[in-house]
């Protein structure tokens, strides 16, 4: 079965730095990629993902995520983050002829205003 | 449309207790799940259905079963409450075309078993 990484547990930035959150994953075939976010108290939802074409995906709120074959990666990128984006962020990954989806253990970003 | 509904949104229950978490959707989606999520830990699938009458065991199935006898509900039952099932649990639904479609969540059910 697939599996996922994500590399940081928490990271604390301030207000217009870039973010970078790393998500790995292991599974030989062909997947779907996701970012879902989980803002305090609330449920998660989509940001981003990718299936097929251009690698370079861009979602909601300005992030976008990069789906590097090579590496298994798709890390998710900011240029300008916001006291809004504090939240915990999850990579999920859904392989093509599986049913189930796979979850990182998720990134807590921390946003200093 | 109310998207996905989960009920009770809080429970403590004692050890060996027997309880059932509701969830429902709206959407008409094929694909229910069922996760529960611990900290530092992210997302671990418990159950999922892929239609009525259809449903399939994840990562962490013991101590729970499912049943999906229409399209709009798939409640989860834990059977013999244990401490290590205190987590929060969330459902989870999508169409179901082709895996890249978007899974939509319900709010979640904080369980404490003590």
């Known amino acids: 079965a697939q599996s996922v990484s994500q590399h940081n547990h928490h990271v604390i930035l301030s207000e217009a730095a870039s973010l970078e959150l790393g998500c790995n994953y292991s599974?030989?075939?062909?997947?779907?990629l996701f970012w879902y976010v989980q803002y305090p108290g609330q449920h998660l939802q989509l940001l981003l993902k990718y299936f097929s074409g251009d690698p370079l995906v861009k979602g909601i709120k300005g992030f976008e995520a990069e789906f590097i074959k090579s590496k298994f990666s798709f890390n998710l990128r900011k240029p300008s983050v916001q006291w809004s984006d504090t939240a915990e962020y999850f990579c999920?990954?859904?392989?093509?002829?599986?049913?189930?989806?796979?979850f990182g253990a998720g990134t807590r970003l921390t946003v200093k205003p | 449309n109310a998207g996905v509904t989960q009920t009770p949104k809080f429970r403590i229950l004692k050890i060996g207790q027997s309880m059932t978490l509701q969830c429902a959707q709206d959407?008409?989606?094929?694909?229910m799940y069922w996760y529960r999520q611990d900290p530092g830990m992210g997302l671990k699938l418990i159950y999922y259905?892929?239609?009525?009458?259809?449903?399939d065991k994840g990562e962490v199935p013991n101590g729970y079963n499912v049943s999906r006898s229409t399209t709009e509900d798939f409640p989860l039952r834990l059977e013999l409450a244990a401490p290590s099932q205190t987590s929060v649990y969330f459902c989870?639904?999508?169409?179901?075309?082709?895996?890249?479609?978007?899974?939509?969540f319900g709010p979640g059910t904080r369980l404490t078993v003590l």
């Open positions: 259905s892929v239609g009525a009458g259809i449903t």
């Open positions: 989870a639904s999508r169409v179901g075309v082709g895996g890249s479609d978007t899974q939509y």
């Open positions: 599974y030989g075939g062909t997947v779907n």
């Open positions: 959407m008409n989606h094929n694909y």
């Open positions: 999920a990954v859904n392989a093509r002829n599986n049913n189930d989806m796979r």
